[in-house]
């Protein structure tokens, strides 16, 4: 009686297992952020008209609090079978098991940017796919600059003629320069860890190994960066601002320059056409050369994914030089993609050529919470709370604590 017992509950276990299997087979879940939402579905559509027997299922993700949902969906083993993650994140999740390598979806390897390649390698192996490039460079109204009696053939390149730019910018209720202190943690640190770099600060060392939030460089890279809004050149909403909300501003005519990536150039166009837009280099300091993150998007697929095989698939086709043009509105990680006509654009020079002085962030395990607590750092500041050495040092202990 036990023995039929037992052959029952095995059967209906299998059963179960195989009816779990296939509630899964041919649909992968695949979460992509909502600037990318149009071109996906489109992108989507092509792949299940080619592959009749794979469903698709987007779910769309905003990017204010994205690194915390990602990381939290990965280790709870409820992820989906693709997500769009920043480069920087790709190393800290292989390093602690919650990706799977995707060496055998990659082809033509040496179509790729290099630096974008290296950005998901670790141990080896690949564990992402990157789609997507972009460094930041500073927009400005063409038009402010000259009713403030500012040159926007000849801009500033310097710290010291920058700020005093965004200082004549700023009048009559206009802003001169916006910077970052709210929403998603990596508005942040893609706008004021290039200035730290500048000096040869940093949040950490390359290796990992050192911690570089509180170190002389970096504090006076912190304090230029925090100035704008303590000395009335950033919105007075700075402590709630991400680039998105920056990018409004502009386009209102509220703020005169911001630093983002080409994919606003777009949206002001189409928002406001009157303004005369320009892109200009980041500034450097006096004596120094610019910096800016090597910043995009890569897919992964999580170690928990149920149906790799079929999101290994989608990769596969989302790779392809003509749809990774398509998909991403920066520049494509694939060399043949950038040959797309959209991206031949004059207003594209400038962050073209900010692209050679693109850095990685330092690939570590924990570089999510890591930046996190920089970031918390730098909101005690704008808030008034603490000073940029108390702020930065205590950063720096709860840093410590992480490496």
């Known amino acids: 009686m036990k023995t039929l017992t037992m052959k029952l509950a095995m059967a209906a276990t299998a059963s179960f297992l195989a009816m779990s299997a ?29 592959n009749p027997d794979v469903t698709v299922k987007l779910e769309i993700t905003t990017t204010d609090g994205l690194p915390q949902r990602i990381l939290t969906s990965l280790q709870s083993g409820a992820a ?5 993650v920043q480069h920087g994140w790709v190393n800290g999740y292989a390093q602690n ?10 082809t033509d390897r040496e179509d790729y940017i290099p630096a974008a390649l290296e950005y998901n390698t670790w141990d080896g192996k690949l564990w992402g796919i990157p789609y997507r490039i972009e460094t930041h460079a500073v ?22 003629a920058f700020k005093d730019a965004a200082k004549k910018l700023t009048t009559n209720g206009k802003s001169g320069f916006a910077i970052t202190g709210g929403g998603e943690v990596g ?13 040869g600060g940093g949040i950490i060392s390359d290796d990992g190994k050192q911690v570089l939030v509180n170190s002389p460089e970096s504090i006076e890279a912190v304090t230029f960066y925090t ?11 700075t402590l709630e601002n991400d680039g ?30 009157n303004i005369d837009i320009g892109v200009i280099p980041v500034p450097h300091p006096d004596d120094g050369k610019t910096a800016a993150i090597l910043g995009g ?18 990769l596969g086709f989302l790779a392809e030089s003509e749809n990774q043009a398509v998909l991403t509105d920066t520049f494509p990680a694939r060399i043949s993609a950038m040959e797309a006509e959209r991206f031949n654009d004059p207003i594209l020079q400038v962050f073209k050529e900010m692209l050679p002085f693109g850095r990685p962030v330092p690939a570590h395990p924990n570089w999510v919470q890591i930046s996190q607590a920089y970031f918390d750092g730098i909101q005690r500041i704008l808030l008034g709370d603490e000073d940029v050495k108390t702020a930065m040092d205590g950063a720096a202990d709860e840093i410590e604590g992480l490496l």
């Open 22 to 50: 296939g509630a899964w087979a041919g649909e992968v879940v695949w979460w992509t952020p909502n600037f990318n939402e149009a071109r996906a579905r489109e992108l989507v559509e092509k792949f299940q008209a080619a």
């Open 139 to 160: 927009i400005i109204n063409k038009g402010d600059y000259t009713a403030a009696g500012l040159d926007p053939d000849n801009p500033p390149t310097t710290w010291t």
């Open 97 to 106: 098991n919650l990706v799977l390598p995707v060496d055998d979806v990659l």
């Open 80 to 84: 989906p079978d693709v997500i769009d």
């Open 297 to 314: 998007w890569s897919f992964v697929i999580p170690s928990d994914a149920k149906n790799p095989d079929d999101a290994k698939k989608l």
């Open 187 to 199: 508005n942040t640190i893609f706008r004021s860890l290039p200035f730290m770099w500048m000096l």
């Open 227 to 237: 100035d704008f809004l303590k000395e009335g050149i950033s919105p007075t909403s």
């Open 244 to 273: 998105t909300a920056n990018r409004r501003l502009f386009i209102a005519e509220t703020v005169s320059m911001y630093q983002s990536g080409q994919f606003d150039i777009q949206s002001i166009r189409k928002e406001n056409p």
